[in-house]
């Protein structure tokens, strides 16, 4: 399946990217899929959490990473921490 994943971008002059938009679905499936290029398991919310714990250890402002995230408060739900 890894090798039959081909994404494409096509950028015009504006620097706008036209075509089509990815569905949810089609994200999980690049994801999984450059996982198996690499001989590992990992699924989109491995990318966006590691995204956020490099942007934190940057210094990155808490409301850039919040909005990057697309997250309406940096209040953090209850659950388990994972360091």
């Known amino acids: ?17 036209t075509g089509q938009g990815m569905s949810s ?12 290029r690499l001989g590992t398991a990992f699924a989109p919310h491995d990318v966006r959490r590691t995204f956020a714990k490099l942007a934190h250890k940057g210094k990155a402002p808490l409301e850039q990473i ?3 995230l697309g997250h309406a408060s940096i209040s953090v739900p209850p659950g388990p921490v994972v360091s």
């Open 25 to 36: 679905q089609s994200i999980y499936q690049a994801v999984e899929a450059y996982g198996q």
């Open 66 to 68: 919040q909005l990057s």
């Open 1 to 17: 399946m890894a090798d039959d994943v081909e994404f494409t971008c096509i950028v015009n002059k504006g620097d706008r990217i």
